[in-house]
């Protein structure tokens, strides 16, 4: 399977399985095989960066999490948090999907449930990476 190289300053080291025609990738937040699809590809890529790069345990991060918004429940990608506080949300999307101002506001949206002080859009190439103020979202560069 050949898989797009991402913008990561590491290269992390994945368990993968096969099954029929199927490839799956093992999530550490987890501690199961996943169906490896483009945007898990990059999350698992985020989930390495946080462990490997950051040094958080594996209990401060939350993937797949349910959320309720305006009634409809919604899932985020991965939640990093801090003594069980949201700190960062990630939203992930895959290597194709580019990222704009309609990506962006979907992760803004959960984060009105979150309130996550900071958040990052990523499709695994390219990232935006905004930080939560009292005049709305100010954007940054992320540095790794």
């Known amino acids: 399977m050949q898989l797009p190289k991402l913008n ?7 368990n993968f399985r096969k099954d029929k025609d199927n490839f799956f990738i093992y999530d550490l ?4 095989y996943l169906l490896l ?6 999350r698992q890529h985020w989930v390495h960066y946080f462990l490997s790069c950051k040094g958080y345990a594996t209990s401060a991060l939350i993937s797949e999490r349910k959320v309720v918004l305006h009634g409809l429940s919604k899932r ?10 949201p700190k960062i ?4 999307k895959a290597p ?7 990506t962006f506001e979907q992760i803004a949206r959960y984060n009105s449930v ?3 002080p900071e958040i990052i859009l990523s499709n695994g ?6 930080r939560f103020t009292t005049e709305g979202y100010q954007f940054y560069n992320f540095d790794f």
Not at 37 to 42: F, N, Q, S
Not at 89 to 92: D, N, P, R, S
Not at 96 to 102: A, D, I, N
Not at 125 to 130: E, F, K, T, V
Request: glycine share 0%; net charge negative; with cysteine.
């Open 76 to 85: 985020i990608d991965l939640l990093v948090t801090e003594k069980t506080n």
């Open 125 to 130: 190439i390219h990232h935006i990476n905004a």
């Open 8 to 14: 990561f300053p590491e290269t992390f080291n994945f």
């Open 89 to 92: 949300l990630i939203e992930c």
């Open 29 to 32: 937040t987890r501690k199961s």
């Open 96 to 102: 194709s999907v580019k990222l704009t101002e309609k």
């Open 37 to 42: 699809t483009p945007e898990e590809w990059v």
């Open 114 to 116: 979150l309130a996550a």
